[in-house]
């Protein structure tokens, strides 16, 4: 009898250990940097995504595969579709991260269109510790300009959205898209200096510019 | 002869009829005169050997008829399947000409262990690996890979098969209280093998495993065994990651049974150790995944590739209700679901009732793909529906058509590529 006891106390005591043990394996994984961005972190938006050559002139095309040498991750965008891709809440902050600073001025350059709870808001746009604010008015893709002044060196580029992004389908009850969208973006480029110099502006309206 | 004599008789023969007749019950009532009547009929037979029947009946496999019955179902519900597959075949072309045919969709994630073991990292369709397919069912298939020397995708099937005997067999051992007689064995038994989703039990994945495990756990549970439904419960949690909630109604048995107070007071250990045993296979697994890819907790983490993310059970229950087609399909099987375990609440089992709540609203946290087999491979879903209808007898037609139909349905969906049935 006692020697049954010690073994079912013995085995009590060693499961009670093993599942310790195991609880601090699982808060502890030993796994890259990109493993935990994209699967624990759910910071980046590709796993592994093939590099395609790109100057910050030439931006990112949301709608090509993979991402440009000069990101180093995504986060807080949806899937890739054909034109691009839509930000969505449910992702995490909408963040770019480059694999080198950003300093002195700089120009970005949007091309996106907002969702319907986005019209007309205004929508932050952060490079490291300075930040612009831009309205998007219209149904369709147009280009927008934000400059930068004396940017700091900076790595990552966000848009911040007011208050809460409700899902797609609550704004819209004839959408059934239940995601949490912002903007749908095309492309995104950067130019070093004045937006005023940059080639794209000379194409583009003035009207979207928004400096601060 | 007197009454008294007869009476001995009547029940020396009970006693070896499993199950009892009914008669039996009329004659403990006292019903004297009927059962005078059938006494004079009945009696001799039972002790006489030299009929095949009352042989039958005296034997192994007559008091165990829940052993030859499962295996009677299981044949039926492989020529269901099969029958109705090949009616697709001639109908549309369904590729299906031979039995590992049926290995698809999920099948093929479990081929890739069974052949490849886990992945080291993610590799498969860019961002997937097969970590969240738990290691059971694929070892279970493994060995009949290696006894029978056959390819894995017949392997997984012939494994799945294997499963649903056992499935029905235990599922029978569950129910064993409330079934009076033969019709009932397969009636109770039916439910399994006659699913409305039996076609998983045929196509190589894990719910057949899954739900033999789980009822023969909830038998074990329910006779206190308690270190042999700790065993139970270790195999559950390495089959899915539901299994784990078994430890919970472990423990609402324990506590309802036994009480708190008095496992501490006599210092009971055997169910202790039983319930710590519950999540063992699951821990085993994760410790196997920290050694393999250094994340113990990857077949979550690998959930990103299907673009699920943890969330609110009930916001996915109302959007499936609000979505036409499949989706509100869904949704009314998770409410049908719910009730369900309000029913077995309210027959007192909270234990199968926390359960089957807990197996509906851990895979809506991800997403509604899939649910369906979640639900419908569970043992306290079946037991509900078995208490119903057992209960009310007319409503068995309705439910066996639409079981009928959704099953034949299912099975000829299932070759159609349609993502509906992954």
Redesign the interface.
Same mark, same amino acid.
């Given at each position: 009898m006692r020697l049954k006891?010690t073994i !079912?106390?013995v085995?009590?005591l060693g499961? !009670?250990v093993?599942?310790c043990a195991?609880l601090l394996?699982?808060l502890n994984?030993?796994?890259s940097e990109e493993?935990r961005a994209?699967?624990?972190e759910?910071i980046s938006m590709?796993?592994?995504p093939v590099r395609y050559a790109a100057m910050l002139e030439e931006g990112i095309a949301f709608g090509a595969p993979g991402l440009p040498v000069f990101v180093k991750n995504l986060s807080g965008f949806s899937?890739r579709e054909g034109w691009g891709r839509w930000t969505d809440a449910?992702?995490g902050p909408t963040r770019i991260v480059f694999a080198d600073s950003l300093d002195g001025l700089v120009c970005l350059d949007l091309k996106a269109r907002p969702a319907n709870s986005m019209k007309g808001k205004l929508i932050t746009v952060a490079l490291g510790d300075q930040q612009k604010q831009i309205i998007l008015r219209g149904s369709d893709f147009s280009d927008y300009f934000v400059e930068f002044f004396e940017t700091r060196p900076a790595e990552t580029l966000e848009f911040r959205f007011p208050g809460t992004v409700p899902p797609e389908n609550t704004v819209d009850l004839s959408n059934?898209d !239940?995601r949490r969208l912002g903007l749908a973006m095309v492309y995104l480029r950067l130019f070093r200096g004045s937006c005023a110099a940059a080639p794209a502006m000379r194409n583009a309206s003035k009207g979207n510019t928004v400096p601060n | 002869m007197d009454l008294e004599k007869l009476k001995q008789n009547w029940e020396t023969f009970a006693s070896l009829v499993v199950p009892p007749p009914s008669f039996v019950t009329e004659l403990r009532a006292g019903s004297d005169t009927i059962c005078l009547e059938r006494v004079i009929i009945e009696t001799p037979a039972a002790f006489l050997p030299a009929s095949p029947k009352s042989w039958f009946r005296r034997s192994w496999l007559g008091k165990h008829p829940e052993v030859w019955i499962a295996l009677v179902l299981l044949m039926a519900s492989h020529l269901f399947v099969s029958t109705f597959a090949k009616f697709a075949h001639w109908q549309f072309g369904a590729p299906y000409t031979r039995t590992a045919d049926f290995c698809r969709w999920d099948c093929t994630w479990f081929r890739t262990v069974v052949d490849e073991g886990y992945d080291l990292?993610?590799h498969r369709y860019? @961002?997937k690996a097969d970590w969240s397919f738990f290691p059971l069912f694929p070892l279970w298939a493994k060995t009949f890979k290696l006894v029978l020397g056959v390819p894995a995708p017949l392997a997984l099937v012939v494994a799945s098969k294997v499963a649903l005997y056992a499935a029905i067999l235990f599922f029978l051992w569950m129910v064993r209280g409330e079934l009076e007689d033969l019709s009932e064995y397969f009636l109770a038994g039916g439910l399994v093998a006659f699913n409305p989703y039996v076609l998983y039990s045929h196509a190589g994945y894990s719910e057949p495993l899954y739900f033999a495990i789980a009822a023969l756990a909830f038998f074990l549970v329910d006779k206190n065994r308690w270190i042999e439904s700790g065993i139970a419960g270790a195999l559950l949690s390495a089959t899915r990651i539901v299994g784990c909630l078994f430890s919970i109604s472990y423990l609402i048995v324990c506590l309802r049974r036994v009480g708190f107070g008095r496992i501490v007071r006599e210092?009971n250990? +055997?169910i =202790? =150790?039983g319930l710590?045993?519950c999540?063992?296979g699951m +821990?085993l697994y994760?410790?196997y995944l920290?050694h393999l890819?250094? @994340?113990? /907790?990857?077949f979550i983490? /690998?959930q =990103?590739?299907w673009?699920r993310?943890p969330g609110n059970p009930f916001v996915v229950i109302a *959007?499936a209700l609000q *979505?036409h087609g499949w989706p509100r399909v869904w949704g009314i099987m998770i409410l049908a679901g719910l009730a369900a375990a309000g029913w077995l609440l309210k027959q007192r089992r909270p234990e199968l009732a926390v359960f089957l709540a807990g197996a509906i609203l851990v895979p809506l946290s991800a997403d509604l793909w899939g649910f369906p087999r979640y639900l419908w491979w569970q043992p306290p879903m079946l037991y509900a529906i078995f208490t119903l209808l057992k209960r009310h007898r007319t409503w068995w037609i309705i439910y066996v058509a639409f079981a009928a139909g959704m099953a034949s349905f299912m099975v000829i969906e299932w070759f159609s590529g349609t993502n509906i049935v992954v």
């Open positions: 006891t !079912s106390v085995i009590a499961l !009670s093993f599942y195991i394996l699982a994984p030993r796994v493993y994209y699967y624990i759910r590709e796993w592994k899937f449910d992702h059934p !239940s | 990292e993610p860019g @961002d210092r250990l +055997a =202790v =150790v710590l045993l999540p063992l +821990a994760m410790l920290y890819t250094g @994340d113990a /907790i990857a983490h /690998i =990103v590739a673009n993310a *959007h *979505h």
